[in-house]
């Protein structure tokens, strides 16, 4: 069966430091990644989808990066943190036009 | 763009009531359609797929109406269980690069 791990689980970030998010999937090939941003009582935003090994699409500008270095690892990445990148971020795969399965989520805090 | 556009809610309603959302979506050629529940600080789960005009489960009935552009999810019989922040979802492109698009949600409560 496909698992999805997603690590940290909680993050205090001082403003102006780098991050690193790391997503691995096991159990599937090829799998669509994705890295979505969910801030207080606000939707699913979509950050970054891969659908292959250093294939990156981003969906909105801002101060962040995606980077996939193997088939099922999935980084999030930034030099220096900004308070409005707070936020839950989650990390998803799926196979093509199927649903999408999430990891726990990292809860980040800038302050 | 706004692909995906959900009733905002939030709905409050008793226990044992009939209640629906729903969600339009931009795109005609999209052909795969999802309902995810989220529950508070917590990642969606998937509740029911839609690939044809509709789909069943329990008390969840899921209806696609491809002329309008909209699906629905039903829920009869509300649980006090059942409150939580309903997404609905779908590919943005058509789904030939997976790229899936969630909308913003509809908050469920469900009263005793």
């Known amino acids: 069966s496909q698992t999805i791990h997603q690590w940290p689980a909680t993050l205090v970030q001082p403003v102006g430091s780098p991050l690193s998010l790391e997503c691995t999937v096991e159990g599937t090939s090829n799998p669509n990644l994705y890295w979505y941003r969910q801030a207080a009582g606000r939707g699913l935003q979509l950050l970054f989808y891969s659908v292959g090994i250093g294939q990156i699409s981003s969906e909105v500008p801002q101060n962040l990066s995606a980077s996939r270095p193997q088939d099922r690892q999935f980084i999030l990445s930034s030099k220096k943190l900004l308070l409005s990148d707070s936020g839950f971020y989650l990390c998803?795969?799926?196979?093509?036009?199927?649903?999408?399965?999430f990891g726990q989520g990292t809860r980040l805090t800038v302050v | 763009r706004k692909e995906v556009e959900q009733d905002p809610g939030p709905f409050n309603v008793p226990e044992g009531a009939t209640v629906a959302f729903n969600c339009t979506y931009s795109?005609?050629?999209?052909?795969?359609f999802f309902w995810y529940r989220q529950d508070c600080r917590k990642e969606p789960k998937l509740l029911m797929s839609v690939y044809s005009s509709g789909n069943e489960d329990g008390r969840f009935t899921a209806q696609l109406n491809r002329a309008s552009q909209y699906i629905s999810l039903l829920i009869r019989d509300s649980k006090l269980s059942d409150s939580a922040t309903y997404l609905c979802?779908?590919?943005?492109?058509?789904?030939?690069?997976?790229?899936?698009?969630f909308g913003k949600g509809t908050k469920l409560s469900v009263k005793p």
């Open positions: 979802v779908t590919p943005m492109d058509g789904g030939s690069q997976g790229n899936l698009i």
């Open positions: 795109n005609s050629a999209s052909q795969s």
């Open positions: 998803a795969w799926s196979d093509m036009n199927t649903e999408a399965f």
